[in-house]
C-alpha cells in the first residue's frame, strides 16, 4: 500500500489547502482578497478613464508600483528577521510569515497593475519571470511545510537533529561493529574472501563467516553516513529477508539477540535515511526561493533607478 | 517508535552537543547561493550600465523601427527629467519626459483644431516602446475623451454639424453629408444607370460595350482613391466631339484625303472659345493647303462648293476667267467661315453637342468685339475629388467587393445623386462580430495634413548623426 499522509485518505487537494490555510488565515486570506479587488477596480476604473490606459509612469502606476514593491520588501524581511532574533517588538514570528504569504501574494496585484499588465523591455520581462518562480517556489515551499513534516512524523518514528544524522550514523556504525566483533571475533579481511574449494566449503558451513561477510558487505556500507542508493537493506522486506537468513544459520543461535539489534540498528539507519530525504525536500526548495527574492530584490532597484531616470 | 539507541537521558553519547555552532552543509550552501544572486546581478547591471550598447536591456520595450536609430540615444527623445516628485501627485498626466519639441525636431505634428481647447502632447496618444503598432494605432479613448462630449473641449462650443461620437458603429452619427442631405454639386449630366446597363452601350465602331466601374474610375497608385474623370481617357471614345468638312467633294483625290483627315480630328475638348479658335485654325490651315481648283473649263464642277451656296450660272469663258480671278481670294475667306458656323453648330447649339454632358449657364456677354458674343458659357463640373475630406479610405482594402455594394450606381439616373455609403453599408463589416477594424483611426486621422507646416530643416546630415550619437 502506498504511503498516505493523514488527511490524505479523503483524497482531495482542496482538503490540503483547507489545511495549509487554516481559520488563523481566515482574516489574512479575507483582507488579501478585499485590499487585492479594490486595488484591481480602482485601478481598472482609473485606466478606462485615462486615454490609451495607464502606464508604470502615470500617478496611479507609481503609486502601486510603490505599494506592490513595499509588499515584497516586506516579504523579504522574513528572513531578516531571523538575525534579530532578539527583536521581539517587532511581533511574533508567526505573524510575519503569515503577513510574507499574503503580502507577498497581494504583491502580484500591485505589480501587475503597474506594469499595465505588460511585460515590458528585457529588464522588467526579467523581473516578472523571477518574480514568478519566486511565486510559484513559495507556494510550492508553503505546501511542503505542510506536508512533509507529516510525513516525517509518520515515517521517521526516530527523528533525529538533521545536521547530526552523520555523527549518529558514525556512532551506529561503531555500535554494529563491536557487536559484530563480539560474535565473530576481530575482523580478518583475508577469512571472509574463500581462495578454493576448501575455503567454500568452510565458509558456506560457517555461519560467523556469513554473518562477517554479510555485514562488511551490505550492513556497514548501510550504516556510513552517506547510503548508498542502490543499498539493499534500504529496503525493508530484502533487509527482513536477510537477516532472517542470518538469524537461521546453525551456529548463530546463541547470537540471535545480536543479530536481532543490528537489524533495529539498521531499521534506524533505515529510518534516518527517510529522514534526510524528507528534510531535503522540505528545505530544498529554500535554495531556489531565497535567492530568487533576492535576485528580485536587485533587479526591482535596478529597474526603479532607471526608471526614475528616465 | 522512539529510537531504542538514543535515549534522552544519554543524549551525549549519540549526538554532538556543539552541532549547532558549526553550520551545517545545506546552511553553507545557502549562504553561497545568496550571496551569488545578490553579486550577479548586481554584476550584471553594473556591466549594463558600463557598456552603452546594453542600454535597451533597461527600454521598457523596443522602440519602433522608425526609431531605431535613437535606441542608443536615451537623451535624444527623453529630453526632460522624469520629475519623480511632480508624477507621484495627482493629475499629472501633463508630465512627460519626451517634450513635444523633440518629436518636432522631425515630425511636424500638425494641429488637430484651431479650436481645440488644450492640445495633448505628442507623447500622451504616441506610446513609445511598446512597438510600431502601439506607436501609431492611438486608441480609440483618446479622441473619445474630447469627442463623446465636445462641446468643452471647443472654444465656441460644438458647432452644430459635428456630432458627439463615442464609438463605432453605435456611438457614431450618421456620415455628414447625409445629415445634412446634401446632394451631388456636379454640374454635368450624367446617367450612371444608363452607363452600368446590363446589355451594353452602343459604340462609334458599332459593337456594344458592357462598362464596368472600374473602366472610368481609376484608383491612383496607393489604391486609396479614385483619379480624377478625364474626358479624353473615359470619355472621347465613345463621345467624340467631331467636326466635319461639310460639302460634297469629288474629283481629287489629294482633297479627298486631307477632307478625311480632317475629318478624324475631333474638336478639342476645351472651352467655346478656344474650340472656336482651333477650328478657325484647322479650316484656314486647310483651305491654304487646299486652294481653290476647276476642272478643265467647265464652271459647274468645282472641287469644293460652299455649302448651300447655289449653283453657278452658266459663263462665258472670259466671264468665268474674270470670276476665277476674284474668287480665289474670296473663297479663302469664305469656305472657312461657313465651315465653322456650321460645326460650331453642331458642337454648341445641338443637344448632341457639349449640352448633352455640360450644363450651359449664359452666352457670353460683352465680347462682340472679340467675337465670342454668340459662345455659349458653361457650368464648371465640380466634380468632387474627395467627398469624406475629414477621413481616409482604401479602395485597395475593400476590392473583394463589387462597388455597387456601397455605391448604387445601378439606381442612379440623375447627376445630384449622392452615391456614396451610408455609416450602416460601413458597419456591415466594421464591427466587433465581424472584426472588421472599427477604430477611430482607421478612417481618421488626428493631425490636419491641411495644416502642415515646414520643419525647421535646420539639420544636415553630419549634424543630425552627430546629434543621434551624443
Redesign the interface.
Given at each position: 500500500m502506498p504511503f498516505r499522509t493523514p488527511g490524505w485518505d479523503e483524497g482531495t487537494c482542496r482538503q490540503v489547502f483547507a489545511v495549509l490555510i487554516d481559520s488563523t488565515h481566515r482574516k489574512w486570506f479575507l483582507g488579501t482578497a478585499i485590499v487585492g479587488s479594490l486595488a484591481l477596480a480602482v485601478y481598472l476604473l482609473w485606466a478606462a478613464r485615462t486615454p490609451g490606459g495607464l502606464t508604470g509612469g502615470s500617478f496611479l502606476g507609481l503609486w502601486y508600483g510603490v505599494l506592490g514593491s513595499a509588499l515584497m520588501v516586506y516579504a523579504g524581511m522574513l528572513s531578516a528577521l531571523r538575525k534579530v532574533p532578539r527583536w521581539t517588538w517587532l511581533g511574533a514570528r508567526k505573524t510575519w510569515l503569515r503577513g510574507h504569504i499574503w503580502l507577498g501574494l497581494l504583491s502580484c496585484v500591485f505589480l501587475l497593475c503597474h506594469s499595465g499588465f505588460h511585460l515590458g523591455g528585457p529588464l522588467e520581462f526579467s523581473l516578472w519571470i523571477i518574480y514568478l518562480l519566486v511565486l510559484v517556489t513559495g507556494i510550492y515551499g508553503l505546501f511542503m511545510q505542510w506536508l512533509m513534516p507529516r510525513m516525517i512524523t509518520v515515517r521517521v518514528p526516530c527523528e533525529a537533529p538533521y545536521e547530526q544524522i552523520p555523527h549518529i550514523c558514525l556512532v551506529m556504525r561503531q555500535k554494529a561493529d563491536d557487536l559484530v566483533d563480539a560474535i565473530c571475533g576481530p575482523h580478518d579481511p583475508g577469512a571472509a574472501q574463500p581462495e578454493n574449494t576448501m575455503g567454500a566449503v568452510q565458509f558456506a558451513t560457517s555461519g560467523k563467516l556469513q554473518l562477517r561477510e554479510f555485514y562488511e558487505r551490505d550492513v556497514r556500507p548501510f550504516l556510513d553516513p552517506r547510503v548508498p542508493r542502490e543499498a539493499p537493506l534500504l529496503n525493508p522486506l530484502i533487509a527482513e529477508s536477510r537477516f532472517s537468513k542470518v538469524r537461521a544459520l546453525p551456529d548463530l543461535v546463541d547470537a540471535r539477540d545480536s543479530i536481532g539489534e543490528l537489524a533495529r540498528l539498521c531499521e534506524e539507519r533505515r529510518s534516518l535515511a527517510i529522514q534526510t530525504r524528507l528534510y531535503f525536500w522540505l528545505h530544498s526548495w529554500l535554495l531556489v526561493h531565497i535567492p530568487l527574492s533576492v535576485a528580485l530584490l536587485v533587479l526591482g532597484v535596478a529597474h526603479v533607478v532607471t526608471a526614475l531616470f528616465y | 517508535?522512539?529510537?531504542?539507541?538514543?535515549d534522552p537521558k544519554n543524549l551525549a553519547?549519540?549526538?554532538?552537543l556543539d552541532?549547532?555552532r558549526?553550520p551545517?552543509p545545506?546552511r553553507r550552501?545557502?549562504r553561497w547561493?545568496?550571496w551569488?544572486?545578490?553579486v550577479?546581478?548586481?554584476l550584471v547591471?553594473v556591466a549594463a550600465f558600463a557598456f552603452p550598447g546594453a542600454s535597451?536591456?533597461?527600454?521598457?520595450?523596443?522602440v519602433s523601427d522608425a526609431h531605431s536609430m535613437f535606441n542608443e540615444d536615451?537623451q535624444r527623445c527623453?529630453t526632460e527629467s522624469?520629475q519623480?516628485v511632480r508624477?507621484?501627485?495627482?493629475?499629472?498626466?501633463s508630465v512627460r519626459?519626451v517634450s513635444d519639441q523633440a518629436c518636432q525636431q522631425c515630425h511636424e505634428g500638425a494641429r488637430h483644431s484651431a479650436r481645440q481647447v488644450s492640445e495633448p502632447s505628442c507623447s500622451?496618444?504616441h506610446?513609445e516602446?511598446?512597438g510600431r503598432t502601439e506607436l501609431v494605432a492611438?486608441?480609440d479613448?483618446?479622441c473619445?475623451?474630447c469627442h463623446a462630449n465636445l462641446e468643452p473641449h471647443r472654444q465656441g462650443g460644438a458647432p452644430s454639424q459635428v456630432e458627439n461620437v463615442t464609438s463605432f458603429p453605435s456611438g457614431h452619427p450618421e456620415f455628414g453629408l447625409w445629415r445634412r442631405q446634401e446632394s451631388d454639386p456636379g454640374q454635368l449630366h450624367f446617367n450612371h444607370k444608363a452607363h452600368l446597363a446590363a446589355g451594353g452601350l452602343l459604340t462609334p465602331t458599332g459593337q456594344k460595350r458592357v462598362l464596368q466601374c472600374v473602366d472610368c474610375h481609376v484608383p491612383d497608385s496607393a489604391g486609396r482613391y479614385i483619379q480624377p474623370i478625364k474626358y479624353e481617357n473615359h470619355c472621347a471614345s465613345c463621345h467624340p466631339l467631331s467636326v466635319q468638312i461639310v460639302g460634297e467633294v469629288k474629283g481629287d483625290p489629294r482633297v479627298e484625303q486631307a477632307v478625311s483627315a480632317f475629318n478624324k480630328i475631333p474638336a478639342p475638348h476645351r472651352e467655346p472659345a478656344l474650340v472656336r479658335a482651333v477650328l478657325r485654325d484647322r479650316l484656314l490651315e486647310f483651305v491654304r493647303t487646299q486652294p481653290l481648283k476647276l476642272q478643265g473649263d467647265n464652271p459647274q464642277t468645282l472641287d469644293r462648293s460652299v455649302p448651300r451656296s447655289r449653283p453657278l450660272e452658266m459663263a462665258t469663258p472670259a466671264q468665268w476667267k474674270w470670276t476665277l480671278g476674284q474668287l480665289n481670294d474670296m473663297e479663302r475667306l469664305l469656305f472657312p467661315h461657313v465651315q465653322l458656323e456650321v460645326n460650331e453648330r453642331v458642337l454648341f447649339q445641338n443637344a448632341a453637342g457639349c449640352r448633352f454632358c455640360h450644363v450651359e449657364k449664359s452666352r457670353q456677354a460683352g465680347t462682340e468685339a472679340e467675337g465670342l458674343s454668340d459662345l455659349p458659357r458653361y457650368a464648371q463640373t465640380n466634380i468632387r475629388a474627395r467627398w469624406f475630406e475629414h477621413s481616409r479610405f482604401s479602395h485597395q482594402s475593400h476590392q473583394m467587393l463589387n462597388c455597387t455594394e456601397c455605391h448604387s450606381a445601378r439606381e442612379s439616373s440623375l447627376t445630384r445623386e449622392v452615391l456614396l455609403p451610408r455609416a450602416e453599408t460601413c458597419a456591415q463589416c466594421h464591427n466587433s462580430r465581424v472584426k472588421a477594424a472599427y477604430d477611430c483611426n482607421t478612417c481618421h486621422d488626428y493631425h490636419d495634413r491641411g495644416a502642415r507646416h515646414e520643419l525647421h530643416k535646420l539639420n544636415t546630415i553630419e549634424g543630425f548623426l552627430h546629434k543621434a550619437k551624443h
Open positions: - | 517508535m522512539p529510537s531504542e539507541f538514543r553519547n549519540w549526538i554532538e552541532y549547532f558549526r551545517s545545506l550552501w545557502r547561493i545568496i551569488g544572486s545578490l550577479l546581478p548586481l547591471v535597451t536591456l533597461f527600454q521598457a520595450g523596443p536615451c527623453h522624469f519623480t508624477r507621484f501627485l495627482p493629475w499629472n498626466e519626459a500622451s496618444c506610446r516602446h511598446r492611438v486608441r479613448s483618446h473619445t475623451s
